[in-house]
């Protein structure tokens, strides 16, 4: 219990500087010298930021939740090399499928 108070520490920093760094660039477009077409297009550049960004986080986690429950079914108790390979490679096909839906998105 002791070894997640560092990680969750970094994570919040992390998050925070997000935040600041977020915020800042926010009120950088209401500076009175940027034209209308720059912050709508940014607006919804962020918007498919967003969008894409719940996409690839719901496609790891599924495809993480489908490998933990392949290694249940193979009664894989374990955490060894079957077990890495197993949740790499569903992560790993998680992540492609979002390149490919991002691709086709793009266009």
Known sequence: MQELIPI???ICFAYAIQAVADARARSKL????????????LV???QRRSR?????WGLTLLNAAIGLYTLHRKQIDDFGP????VLVGSIAV????YYVIAARHAR
Request: hydrophobic share 50%; proline share 3%.
């Open 44 to 46: 919804k550049a962020d």
């Open 8 to 10: 969750t520490l970094a």
């Open 30 to 41: 209401f500076a009175p010298h940027i034209s209308e077409e720059v912050i709508t297009s």
């Open 94 to 97: 998680a992540q492609l499928a």
């Open 52 to 56: 894409m960004s719940s996409l690839r």
């Open 82 to 85: 079957e077990a890495l390979a």
